[in-house]
């Protein structure tokens, strides 16, 4: 136990999971059925293939088998990138004089520069397997369009990636390294759907918004023979991928006899959060031991601090199945200012649930905040942290100078979910003194909360 713990914890390719584990099957409140728009019925297995692939489709449904094998394919790809690190931040804790122990799990070791790779590899293995051509998915920020074609690349898959118009302006590098490994990309809202053409139609000149291009990306999926959608956050298939960073943490974690007192992750549509925490929360909701579970959101998209837990759209086009979770209801759209990603009106069921019943925090910072924590953690750490992932360093920055005051030796756990080299002009917007910081009035979440469909329960 009084072993001394070495700035990197790495685990042998031996010692890496081999399954993921499904947090739903540990909750006693199931995450609410997803229903099918129009009939207001739970989606049954059959209509959820007619857009998602069949495996996934049972991993969506399952809310009872707890560990899921991963296929030898997949655990292959995984040792070209994973295990990933869990960092002991020496450096941050001195710079910070603080009693708090900060621990980090780096997921940003790959070309695609984030956790996302983990259920990309996943779910187009499960496209080929069905003997699929391709794959439609959006892309916002970019980092879900880029592992996702990193994934087809390597199995041969067709890979087309709606991106979000600001998004696709902004970081054409993006685009190109999507392009560089085989994707089409698409600028959306665009011509090429029905969707596209009618919101388009409506709002000329929008800059887009991820739930549009997801309404974009499912509409081609269904039309075109041979193809599947596939989506990187939210669902509980992407929760249940993801575990493999929580399990890879809690597995290094237990071989130095580390107890983390606090997990922080970051909260876009919450597959992170949900990866990261699953085996800890698995342990709380059985009664194994006790953790404080902290979600950190911008607090220009504040779905869990300020939205309400009611069944929604997915998407803006409302063609996808409704989700019961927090959400600002489906046609809000953060300010264009806002450069930090997490922009997703909703939030993942499982994640929503959980929050619901008491077991996870949640707290909001505005991007300023956020970028001015990114800047001291690069500056000690050296890792240029992606602006999504500054979410959860500002909070654990907060927790550590908490401990500063009180004395209290904390352990402290959090995501770093990626790096941040496609983010320069944000940046560059924070150090020229521009970046400002948006938070929406009750009054604009209220109205895109009173056009919620009216469900039951
Ligand atoms: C997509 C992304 C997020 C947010 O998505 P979640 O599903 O909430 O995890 C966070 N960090 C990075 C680097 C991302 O690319």
Known sequence: MSKTIPYKIYLSEEEMPTTWYNLRADMKNKPAPLLNP??????????LEAVFCAELVKQELDNDTREFEIPREILDFYKMYRPAPLVRAYCLEEALKTPAKIYYKFEGNNTSGSHKLNSAIAQAYYAKNQGLKGVTTETGAGQWGTALSMACAFLGLDCKVYMVKISYEQKPFRREVMRTYGASVT???????????????????TNGSLGCAISEAVEKAVGTEGYRYVLGSVLNQVLLHQSVIGTETKIAMDKYGIHPDVIIGCAGG??????????????????EADYRFVAVEPASCPSLTRGRFAYDFCDTGMVCPLAKMYTLGSDFIPSPNHAGGLRYHGMSPVLSQLYHDGYMEAVSYPQTDVFEAAERFARTEGILPAPESSHAIKAALDEAERCRETGEEKTILFGLTGTGYFDMYAYESFHDGKMTDFVPTDEDIEKSLSKLPKVEG
């Open 38 to 47: 129009q009939t207001l019925k739970p989606m049954s297995e059959k209509e």
């Open 187 to 205: 600028p959306s809202p665009s011509r090429e759907t029905e969707v596209g053409r009618r919101i388009l139609d409506a709002h000329p000149g």
């Open 270 to 287: 919450g597959s992170n959060l949900g990866g990261l925490i699953a085996p800890f929360m698995g342990e709380k909701l059985r009664g």
